[in-house]
T-cell receptor, first 113, second 113 residues
Framework: KQEVTQIPAALSVPEGENLVLNCSFT??????LQWFRQDPGKGLTSLLL?????REQTSGRLNASLDKSSGRSTLYIAASQPGDSATYLC????????????FGAGTRLAVHP | ETGVTQSPTHLIKTRGQQVTLRCSSQ?????VSWYQQALGQGPQFIFQ???????GRGNFPPRFSGLQFPNYSSELNVNALELDDSALYLC????????????FGPGTRLTVL
């Protein structure tokens, strides 16, 4: 059974720091991995999608890596800003079958001025 | 802006009642999934519809049911509401059998009293 874990559960940092959020999964047979941002009480905004054959994806100040063999992904946020404050969720899509995403519980990030 | 809309935004029901939540996807997005997100947790997969038929289901009882329509809209119906059904309900859509990411709606917050 696939399980997704995110560490840390919460993080509070001063503005300008570079951050690393961690995601681990128990079954390496994944189709892809997706990082989302969620503001309080809101829906999910897709940040980065990494296919199982890829090692990393970059968008602006965000970089996500994927190591299938070790069951890990990291989301790197450069030069954090107060506007980055949100909950960050990773989700894996399992290989075969349908479109089910399995989510971690998220990392709640607070960036203070 | 993901192009996925949900209604209503908020809803309050009492235990034992029935509720219908609605989702409207982008044109051409023939796969829609529904997720339940309890407070402080990651979303949990309820079920998926493709071309108006359910083709995948998570660990949710039959009182959770759905419909998908040809105009790319869909519904989630929950009968005999329980207090634990209080959550944010999210729908997500995408093109089937592609590398495209899933696009999530803003969610419906359901409170069961």
């Amino acid at each position: 059974k696939q399980e997704v874990t995110q560490i840390p559960a919460a993080l509070s940092v001063p503005e300008g720091e570079n951050l690393v959020l961690n995601c681990s999964f128990t079954d390496s047979a994944i189709y892809n991995l997706q990082w989302f941002r969620q503001d309080p009480g809101k829906g999910l905004t897709s940040l980065l999608l990494i296919q199982s054959s890829q090692r990393e994806q970059t968008s602006g100040r965000l970089n996500a890596s994927l190591d299938k063999s070790s069951g890990r992904s990291t989301l790197y946020i450069a030069a954090s800003q107060p506007g980055d404050s949100a909950t960050y969720l990773c989700a894996v899509r399992i290989s075969g079958g349908y479109n089910k995403l399995i989510f971690g519980a998220g990392t709640r990030l607070a960036v203070h001025p | 802006e993901t192009g996925v809309t949900q209604s209503p935004t908020h809803l309050i029901k009492t235990r034992g009642q029935q509720v219908t939540l609605r989702c409207s996807s982008q044109s051409g997005h023939n796969t829609v999934s529904w997720y339940q997100q309890a407070l402080g947790q990651g979303p949990q997969f309820i079920f998926q519809y493709y071309r108006e038929e359910e083709n995948g289901r998570g660990n949710f009882p039959p009182r959770f049911s759905g419909l998908q329509f040809p105009n790319y809209s869909s519904e989630l119906n929950v009968n005999a509401l329980e207090l634990d059904d209080s959550a944010l309900y999210l729908c997500a859509s995408r093109y089937r059998d592609s590398y495209n990411e899933q696009f999530f709606g803003p969610g419906t917050r359901l409170t069961v009293l």
